[in-house]
């Protein structure tokens, strides 16, 4: 049997509140008591009511829409962009708007595309992740005046409010870590050209030099943060005249690359090699030996990013241009003394 339409006066009648305060619930607004929210809600599944969204959007003059642009979703980026994708949906969730994911396949034309589209009228709000082309659209997103942020945006200085981790933090962890074991030749396994490829190299350097400990640039080397690359990258490593006897990668993904090459050579980890990766995904606790790492608060970036860029659309202001949220470092069974 269909159970009859209802409307908010008859929710807030059988609630015994106001029809506003109803109203607040289903747009996810602050200021209701947390009983009152829960009870509102145990009506509303009762009766089975469904909000007329596209009328509710008509009336208010918004979409309750935030588009998300990210790079591509491939082997290079699925592990990392999962977890903020899911910090994301789960805090849109929470608050009753929709999550807009558009990928741009790492093209800069269609990166702008994908911002054009979502700014003229598709979205209330546009979270950048990894943004490639900034420069292009900037004067767009003036003009529009729609809220935008960028995460873990790249080496073009702009005025666009953006959230990253502590990435020069991040380097300089994995590397005392490693120094504290005895460590003293230490690569490093670099990623794409970015802002945190760079802040991570700095730390990395950084501590060696404090330590007294010269740069040696053979035993810095490029990645692209898949596993593959790792893989190769490591094979370039344990050629040298003069290996090195930890890593220091810049995402889990090239660690496990790097742990691959060493069990095809034999080499034991840790005994043989200590390994440090980045990010700490959920596979980083999975393989064998567990993975030491600079965990990345990915998850948190996701749900800061949306929970901020809806406070944008309310009026609110960033209490700051540009937002770091902190590294820690996680020791596992990968990282142990020199021999």
């Excluded at 767009?140 to 790249?154: A, R, S, Y």
């Excluded at 893989?231 to 889990?252: Q, V």
């Excluded at 929970?307 to 470092?329: F, H, K, S, Y």
């Amino acid at each position: 049997m269909t159970r009859p339409a209802m409307t908010l006066s008859e929710i807030a009648r059988i609630a015994g509140v106001s029809k506003m305060t109803v109203s607040n619930v289903i747009n996810g607004k602050k200021g209701v008591a947390e009983e009152t929210r829960q009870r509102i809600m145990e009506v509303i599944q009762e009766t089975g009511y469904i909000a007329n969204r596209s009328a509710r959007n008509l009336a208010s003059g918004r979409t309750r829409t935030i588009g998300l642009v990210v790079p591509k979703l491939n082997s290079n980026y699925t592990l990392y962009i999962g977890e903020i994708l899911r910090g994301a949906g789960d805090a849109a969730d929470q608050h009753h708007w929709d999550l807009l994911v558009c990928t741009t396949s790492d093209d800069e034309e269609r990166e702008f595309r994908r911002i054009q589209s979502l700014a003229s009228g598709l979205a209330d709000g546009i979270l950048v992740l990894l943004p490639r082309a900034e420069q292009s659209y900037l004067s767009l997103l003036q003009e529009t005046h729609i809220p935008v942020i960028t995460l873990d945006h790249g080496l073009i200085e702009t005025p666009l409010p953006s959230i990253d981790v502590d990435n020069h933090t991040g380097g300089r962890l994995a590397t005392q870590h490693l120094l504290d074991l005895g460590h003293r030749r230490i690569a490093f396994i670099g990623g794409t050209y970015s802002r945190a490829h760079l802040e991570r190299l700095d730390g990395y350097q950084e501590v060696l030099k404090e330590n007294g400990i010269p740069v040696d640039s053979e035993l810095i080397v490029q990645g692209d943060y898949s596993q593959p690359s790792g893989f190769k990258a490591a094979e370039h490593l344990f050629n040298l005249h003069d290996p090195p006897t930890a890593i220091f990668a810049l995402s889990d993904a090239m660690a496990f690359g790097v742990m691959e090459s060493a069990g095809r050579r034999g080499l034991r980890i840790p005994d043989d090699l200590s390994v440090v990766g980045f990010d700490d995904i959920p596979m980083a606790g999975w393989v064998h030996p567990q993975l030491t790492t600079i965990r990345q608060p990915l998850y948190q970036l996701g749900e800061t990013a949306i929970n901020l860029i809806i406070a944008m659309t309310d009026g609110d202001v960033l209490p700051g241009q540009r937002m770091l949220l902190p590294v820690e470092l996680v020791v596992r069974g990968s990282t142990t003394k020199a021999r």
